[in-house]
């Protein structure tokens, strides 16, 4: 049985505690809410103290039809989202690769989708917040009321209060199903291209790189442009499961052998140069949803994933070198995917989104030669200005944490003094926060 509080990158660590919402404020020690732990490492962890567990929080409160806006209790997930708005017209106004999200985990680290260059990150479409603090009376806060408060909290990690209710506003779609139109590159320069031509004209645009691919076909991939059709109805009853992985291989069943079919077989199966179709909304946004648990393919030591952002200026080279660096360590990455963010600024204090390339790599972890590997990636990413993603990393140095959040001490200034992760407290509290720690008491 799994137990009740994992990161998806199952990278182990202390057990956790959780306690009810109910008296959070008089509990012992630190706590920290957690949604459904689909963070990579320890931003949704508290090893020092509990987790609040949301997961129970989850009735939708309202949909107004007329404006779109979803009121909804934090631990709503994002796939109950997407079936109540369906028959209205109305979607999910950006979505990560994963509906097994809940809305405040969602809000908390302000996610991004595939149209990132167009409606910028979940935080934009969030019209107001209800907040529970320890050290005052519950707050309602949006972009003009409280509005720093609201600014701290989407992208805030959870650290600013626990979210017990989030509306949102929705889009209107004509359509739930994709018109997905395909272009096969060959190589990395070729991406680059395609997207400068093409991402302004679809709402959505994602690639996926074959990072086994050397010499003239390196970084070849498929870039798969989408956008909601005119027809093909507003079902949002999801594509039965694939399957489940029951259980941890002993040993990661992603090696050099199994990546280089499956690349080979995903770049082989796109039709050469440009194709269309139209696909399910579901398999667009969320294939990996289909294998439940696909995680534990990475077996017992899980699962690293480096998610950086480089500034459109100097970009194209980071990536290559981002690239260059993977495939000089010899370790292969899963699923490599790189995407174009736009420039619509953020509304959170420390979202991780801003105008450049984004490349996040996958990798089984292997122990200290992969944190040599990420440690690079890292180097890379900040000497050219970029920002490494903190809700999927376990370990960066709170120096590559500072370099990408210059201002995490006014967030820290905005924190709960009772809530604390351990993501916070292996980086910014090691930099030296000002204000005394919640775990004093401890
Ligand atoms: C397959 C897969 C694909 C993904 N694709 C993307 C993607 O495309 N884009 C992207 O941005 N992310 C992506 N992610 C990451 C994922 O979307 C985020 O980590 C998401 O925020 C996790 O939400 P959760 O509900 O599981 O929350 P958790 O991971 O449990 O917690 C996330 C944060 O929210 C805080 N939190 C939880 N509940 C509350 C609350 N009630 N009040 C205040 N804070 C709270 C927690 O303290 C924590 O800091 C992906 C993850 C997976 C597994």
Known sequence: MSPRFESWGRLGGPAQTGIALAGWRTAAGSVLPYGNGRSYGD??????????????????L??????????????????????????????????????????AGAVANDVHGKNHHRRGTLGRHVASLRLERSDRATTDC?????????SATIGGMGLTGIITEVALTLMRVPSLAIRQVSHRFERLDDYFELSDAHDDDHEYSVAWIDQLARGDRFGRGVLMLGDHASEGGLDATPARPLGTVPFT??????????????????????PMGR???????????????????????????????????????????????LLSCAARHGQGSFLTVLKRFGDVPSPGLLSFPRAGYTLTLDFPHAGPRTLALMAELDAITVAAGGAVNPYKDARMSPAT????????RTLE?????????????????????????????E
Request: with cysteine; aromatic share 12%; proline share 8%.
């Open 62 to 103: 309202g949909l107004d039809p007329e404006t779109g806006v979803i009121r909804c209790e934090p631990g709503v997930m994002l796939w109950q989202i997407a079936e109540a708005a369906a028959p209205y017209g109305l979607f999910l106004p950006v979505t990560p690769g994963t509906r097994f999200v809940t809305i």
């Open 275 to 321: 194709s269309e179709a139209t696909v399910r909304w579901d398999s667009y946004f969320y294939p990996l949803d289909r294998v439940i648990g696909w995680n534990r393919l990475y077996g017992p030591r899980g699962l690293m994933q480096h998610q950086s952002v480089v500034p459109e200026r100097g970009g194209r080279e980071a990536v290559r070198e």
């Open 413 to 441: 200034a905005q924190r709960d003094p009772k809530i604390l992760s351990d993501f916070w407290r292996r980086t910014a509290l090691q930099l030296g926060a000002e204000r005394p720690l919640a775990e004093a008491a």
């Open 249 to 270: 291989p002993p040993l990661s069943a992603l090696n050099r052998l199994t990546l280089t079919a499956f690349n080979a077989l995903y770049y082989g199966r796109a």
């Open 43 to 60: 931003s949704c962890f508290n090893s020092a103290g509990a987790l609040v567990d949301m997961r129970g929080r989850n009735r939708i």
């Open 142 to 150: 949006s972009p003009t009321d409280n509005a720093a408060l609201f």
């Open 401 to 408: 944490f500072a370099a990408s959040f210059p201002n995490w």
